[in-house]
């Protein structure tokens, strides 16, 4: 019996995504419509949907058919369900700042919230489900992120050298990141309009000339107030593009985002993967719901030195894993010549697409030719080899 099945994802259109990227990706028609995301995995939400012998299933509702087969004993025990959610993201515009709660308060959170009787597709809802959501992005272009507090030397400065947040200097300095960034969040939108509006009005004009650089806040902060829909309040996540590193990520490298990272996708495309949940608290950059006290909760209030990641090559010369610490998932790049091969059996079950060129897997009896766009599912227990006709890059998502 097949271990090795064709995958078809799920595109998610959502207002910050683009409208080329993932429809040229995927070899579908381009239309007016905002491609946002390309979902691959079990989410009950937008599950992928897998060609088996008697036809096509819901990868949830097949790997529930025998969850300790197709997951592996060890994943299905720990997890009791796929651990991951894997996506090719396209950012045009900026996604809302948010942070992600750990397993506990997740778990606490969502236990309330239904004590509560919040329905869970209601917009004050903070906990959709019980799970944390680590997650790992891999650039597949030149991207920019937020990422963390910057360090309290560069933080002081900024605030010093920005003439209209010159007053939270002393807030800053006397009481830490937790004050500083307490103060803002809390402020009335009268308040924060008051502060924010010599900002916007003295860069704006820089902005629109294209005299602003992307590494500056200012850039950032200009094309937020540029795209925002509501001109009459001014997003308060504004703030947080001056406290924040501002990082660039080339094509290849990855960024890991862990609980309490407070962090933004602002421009590119990425892959990315992340434990099977939906939890998001927002601090801004969106019209959706901001809930300032539970997101004090929640931020680690310290300095982030981001770490960009390479990736280990491995000894084959082929696979380039991006290790973390989240036990949910590992998410690998497998670069293909005609001269090379990658061979492996799979411990659970792992997801793959094909981003650059064509791959052949061969699983047994079963061989599945995939184009550029292109993915597959293997249930644990498949020993296969991947190879190319020319050449091809495939990410990989499993379980470590």
Known sequence: MTKLFSLKGTVQ?????????????????????????YWLGAHVNAPSVIRTLNGDKELNVYLNSNLSKNLGVDIASKFGRLPFL????????????????SKFEAEKGFKY???LGIPLNASNRNYKDDNHKPEIMVALSEFWLLHGFLSKNILSQILNNTPE????????????????????????????????????????PLYLRGELDKSSPDYWAAKAVDLAIDKTTIDKG?????????VKVNKGEAVFQDAGVPHAYLEGQNMELMANSDNVLRGGLTPKHVDVPELLKHVTFEQTIPEIMPGALQEDGV???????????????????VSSKYKTKAKTAQIMIVIEGTATIVEGDT??????????????GSEYYISSPSSGIIYKATAP
Do not use: C
């Open 13 to 37: 259109h959502y207002v910050w995504g683009g409208t080329k990227y993932i429809p040229k990706l995927l070899g579908i028609k381009e239309s007016s419509k905002k491609y946002a995301e």
């Open 165 to 204: 947040f010159i007053g939270l200097l002393s807030v800053f300095e006397e009481e830490g990141y937790y004050s500083l960034y307490k103060k803002v969040m809390e402020q009335s939108n009268e308040e924060s309009n008051q502060m924010l509006t010599p900002l916007v009005n003295r860069i704006m």
């Open 113 to 115: 919230e239904n004590g």
């Open 86 to 101: 894997f996506k090719v993201l396209d950012v045009q515009d900026m996604l809302s700042i948010q942070v992600h709660p």
């Open 319 to 337: 696979e380039r894993i991006y290790s973390t610490s989240a036990p949910d998932f590992e998410l690998s790049q497998i670069e293909l010549t």
């Open 238 to 246: 504004i703030y947080s593009i001056y406290f924040f590193n501002i």
């Open 367 to 380: 061989v599945l030719n995939l184009a550029k766009g292109e993915s597959a599912f293997l249930a644990a």
